[in-house]
């Protein structure tokens, strides 16, 4: 199957290929975003025909609380639609997607309302008109999404396997081989110099987060055993200047802040109750040299994402005496703002929460798999959801599910989700900490034999069963959260 974020570089580069002179020509630089925790307006029209029944979604990852936000609405009869949505920074880049048909992307901005026009057709959507996102040139996402991305994920050349190396060679490899396959993917492209810049931007981060940031969890994955690691290891992060602002546009910046905070063998302490100054002094002493800065807001945004991975990882509230060190440290300042903004909605989610359980797997034949596994809970409706540490929908799914198991906590529907050997062990222990419902690690040939019998191919896949052990619905990819309670509920 094919990984969510790579689907989102698709969509996201496609709005900077530039099909003309003009486009080609327009714009030196991107804007530079400022942290700030506004909210952001886009009104809009889609344009004759309309859909029927069509429904659009407004999704973008979050720098500071590395959260994906996804807003619904449903247009009027004349397509007119509009989102009123908090954002963490001047300006950000968002899709607007319509299920069913595709998306494209606009920006967002927290200081004048952001007016678009879209055509929604059968095979996928444009944008036709936009006000002020002069440094955001739209182009024909399928044409790009056959050049540059493919280039990108597909190139070949790696000299040695990577489980023949020392970590060390590993990096060096990686490193090399990251910026020949970036050169390769955007070689003959027409780009406009801003989408050159961003696109070069989140291939770099996309990389540097599943390649050089995840060395023990890839060894782990293929189930082998990973060397240890030091922190010197890490001796590649100076080549990627992550003090650079720009990349606050990029979804994975945020996903790398939170790689760095969790890196084997460099340590980081959990921020718990330290004061920021004292957390951000023992911090430097391990990364300062490795960076090649020890000053900046990149360490202000590193700190904010050591609560961040407090509410991701447990979702935690804050302690008062965390909230008390965030105020000593930011004052009134913006990230303050948006971390406690946050915390509030930490708090809801907590109140919903019903807890996380690891069962063993039923031990019958593996054809006798799921019988066993749903008779646990006679009476129920039952929803099987399965999934791997690695996939991005899947976790993107579990994330916009949330407020529905929080609705039918106490309506006797029970969660099941069922993983395999290539999410690792440490890694899955790690996750399902913020997963409430029943949780099983299959073998390779259970999973196998389950994918098998009800004809999946990808993930997230899910079965709902009806109270009598009846199987009710059987579909792959998560179908929002309208027609998910629909399919449990009726």
């Known amino acids: 199957m094919k990984d969510y974020l790579k689907l989102i570089i698709v969509l996201v580069c496609s709005c900077f290929y530039s099909c003309g002179q003009a486009q080609q020509d327009s714009g030196t630089s991107l804007p530079e975003p400022q942290i700030r925790a506004g909210v952001a307006k886009l009104s809009g029209k889609i344009l004759a025909p309309v859909p029927a029944q069509v429904s659009l979604n407004l999704r973008f990852q979050n720098p500071v609380t590395a959260h994906e936000s996804i807003y619904k609405t449903i247009p009027d009869g004349d397509g007119r639609f509009y989102f009123e949505v908090p954002i963490e920074c001047s300006k950000a880049l968002a899709s607007v997607v319509a299920p069913g048909y595709g998306g494209t992307f606009v920006t967002l901005s927290s200081d004048v309302e952001t007016h678009i026009e879209i055509h929604i057709e059968t ?8 006000d002020h996102n002069r440094w955001l040139s739209p182009l024909d996402e399928k044409s790009y999404g056959k050049e540059i991305v493919p280039r990108f994920v597909s190139k070949t050349g790696e000299t040695k396997s990577l489980y023949e190396m020392s970590p060390e060679a590993y990096a060096d490899e990686s490193v090399t081989f990251m910026k020949e396959r970036i050169d390769y993917a955007l070689r003959g492209a027409v780009l406009s110099n801003t989408g050159r810049i961003f696109i070069s931007n989140e291939l770099t981060l996309l990389y540097l987060r599943g390649r050089l940031l995840t060395y023990t969890e ?38 790398v802040m939170q790689r760095i905070l969790s890196a084997k063998g460099l340590n980081i302490p959990a921020i718990s109750d330290t004061p920021v100054h004292e957390w951000l002094s023992s911090v430097k002493s391990i990364l300062a040299e490795l960076l090649g800065f020890a000053s900046g807001q990149f360490y202000d945004l590193l700190a904010a994402h050591a609560y961040v991975k407090q509410f991701n990882d447990e979702s935690e509230p804050l302690s008062v005496k965390q909230k008390e060190n965030i105020t ?28 996380v359980f690891v069962r063993e797997t039923p031990a019958v034949p593996n054809s006798e798999l799921m019988n066993a596994i749903i008779s646990r809970y006679k009476g129920k409706v039952i929803v099987v959801d399965f999934w791997t540490t690695w996939c991005g929908p899947c976790l993107s799914a579990m994330e916009q599910i949330k407020p529905l198991k929080s609705e039918l906590k106490d309506k006797g529907v029970i969660f099941v989700y069922l993983t395999n050997p290539s999410s690792s062990q ?15 690690y299959l073998t390779k040939e259970e999973w196998n034999t389950l994918m098998d019998q009800f004809d999946f191919t990808g993930i997230p ?21 309208k027609k998910m309670k629909e399919f449990i509920l009726q």
């Open 123 to 130: 095979d996928g959507v444009s944008l036709a008109k936009t």
């Open 218 to 255: 890839n060894m782990e994955a293929a189930q082998l055993v990973p060397k240890e690691l030091d922190a010197s290891y890490y001796s590649f992060l100076k080549q990627f200047q992550l003090d650079n602002p720009l990349y606050l546009y990029n979804s994975d910046f945020s996903l």
């Open 328 to 355: 000593a440290y930011y004052q009134e300042g913006e990230i303050a703002k948006i971390l406690l903004r946050r915390n509030e909605e930490i708090i809801k989610i907590a109140e919903g929460k019903t807890g």
């Open 426 to 440: 440490p890694e899955w222990n790690k996750t399902i900490k913020n997963i409430d419902g029943e949780h099983y």
């Open 461 to 481: 896949s899910y079965l709902i069963y009806d109270g009598q052990d009846s199987l009710k619905h059987k579909f792959t990819a998560y179908p929002g959260e």
